[in-house]
């Protein structure tokens, strides 16, 4: 197909507004539309691919000469050419612009690049962060913001790779906190794995650091075993010379095998002392977050010295909200760390006992010495309880059954106060 019609640029500057021609061709799809814009002319370039016509501008004349026309005409053909449509590209690098002045307009704000790892990483976390609960979302952000973003957070995601990011895990390692490293770990590769998910990186990095992370030694919380020094700190509790509300709070403590923070935000509406049940609220518990937003309530079976010791705080701090309410501030429950300072003040080491610890002391001697099955005892602990067929039990299906146990176990706690010899409760018992 001819080319290059045109003689020159004088032919185009000797053009008339009076001129009756519309345009002026240049050959093979080129030519220059007269007077488009006011006295200017527009370059246009028409094309076919894919079966189909189409139009591409290329600039208006004089800002775009004869010579320049020509040379984006022969680009735009060889893009063709090879099958790519230069609409297309033209749009793909206007937008590669428009997100390289957003990258840098973030930047210079000291905010990271949305191609940046801190970029996407926030970005997963924004997406994720309505399947967790509140307390945990906060906790996976702040642990990258902490332990990651600083040494790689501003990298392009694309540059990051495997021993790049086994140096910041390393970092976390020397610090001596191996779970946090691992934890670490698992962020970034689901971060990676949203970065393939979006087309930003072929593969996720992370995966190929397994096995070279420091393994985390099993942490327990410190708890007694051992019934004659359970006996011996259960007489301490009822000597504590502390406040009321803590003293209650240490004789439940070890009886209804709660966590420490599901006792202390007991409230008095969630308690029936006549049925003797307390209901804890679903949002509560340790659970997910659908289970926290539309799970069932956690059932504590009362046994009756639990309904006593109630009764008895009842009329110190009944017409309030808490039922452990704060020593200085009534309007709020009692601090986090009151069983334990009060465990410490009666001479247990935090290396031997914690307030959380009690649950294991429940969980080990119920199973050991009561022989009670475990699968009750994992329900009161509100513990996920799976079957043979790996279905999740229902926990109130263990109601009467977690009664019947507590109120043992209460008993229990009562013989060991007391000094008198422990042994294993027979069938006709449980």
């Not at 079966?51 to 680009?75: E, M």
């Not at 962060?129 to 957070?153: C, M, N, Q």
């Not at 509790?237 to 007991?266: K, N, S």
């Amino acid at each position: 197909m001819a080319r290059d019609l045109i003689p020159g640029d004088a032919t185009i500057k000797a053009i008339k507004p009076s001129e009756k021609r519309k345009r002026l061709n240049d050959g093979d799809g080129l030519y220059l539309l007269l007077f488009v814009k006011g006295g200017s002319h527009g370059w246009r370039l028409d094309y076919a691919i894919d079966g189909r016509r189409k139009t591409l501008s290329l600039g208006t004349y004089p800002d775009t000469g004869l010579a320049l026309a020509r040379r984006k005409a022969a680009d735009a053909r060889k893009l063709v050419s090879e099958g790519t449509d230069p609409s297309d590209s033209r749009k793909a690098a206007k937008l590669q612009a428009e997100q390289r002045r957003e990258a840098e307009r973030l930047v210079d704000a000291g905010l990271p690049a949305p191609d940046s790892f801190e970029g996407v990483a926030r970005e997963w976390h924004e997406t994720r962060r309505g399947e967790w609960s509140t307390s945990y979302g906060d906790k996976v952000l702040a642990r990258l913001v902490a332990d990651v973003f600083p040494h790689i957070g501003r990298m392009p995601i694309a540059e990051v790779t495997a021993p790049e990011l086994l140096k910041v895990l390393r970092r976390i390692e020397a610090r001596g906190v191996i779970e946090t490293a691992h934890r670490a770990h698992e962020s970034c590769s689901q971060v990676f794995r949203y970065a393939v998910g979006k087309g930003l990186i072929a593969s996720d990095p992370a995966r190929d650091l397994k096995g070279l992370l420091r393994k985390p030694q099993a942490r327990h919380f410190p708890a007694i075993t051992n019934p004659k020094r359970l006996a011996e700190l259960l007489r301490a509790c009822d000597g504590y010379a502390g406040t009321p509300v803590v003293r209650a709070a240490l004789r439940l403590a070890p009886m209804l095998m709660l966590r420490p923070g599901e006792l202390r935000h007991a409230q008095w509406s969630e308690i029936d002392l006549d049925a003797a049940r307390w209901e804890i609220p679903a949002a509560r518990m340790k659970r997910e977050r659908d289970g926290k937003l539309h799970g069932l309530p956690h059932l504590v079976p009362l046994p009756s010295q639990a309904v006593d010791t109630f009764r008895e705080l009842h009329s110190l701090t009944g017409s309030g909200l808490w039922v452990f309410r704060g020593e200085r501030h009534h309007e709020r429950p009692m601090s986090e760390n009151s069983v334990n300072a009060a465990l410490r003040a009666m001479g247990f080491p935090a290396d031997e006992v914690t307030g959380h610890g009690f649950r294991a002391t429940a969980r080990t001697i119920l199973a050991e010495r009561l022989n009670v099955d475990e699968s009750v005892i994992e329900a009161q602990l509100a513990h996920s309880v799976k079957d043979s067929l790996g279905r999740a039990y229902n926990r109130t299906t263990f109601d009467e059954q977690r009664r019947t146990m507590l109120q043992n176990w209460a008993d229990y706690l009562d013989r060991l106060r007391k000094g008198a010899e422990v042994v294993v409760l027979s069938e006709r018992q449980r």
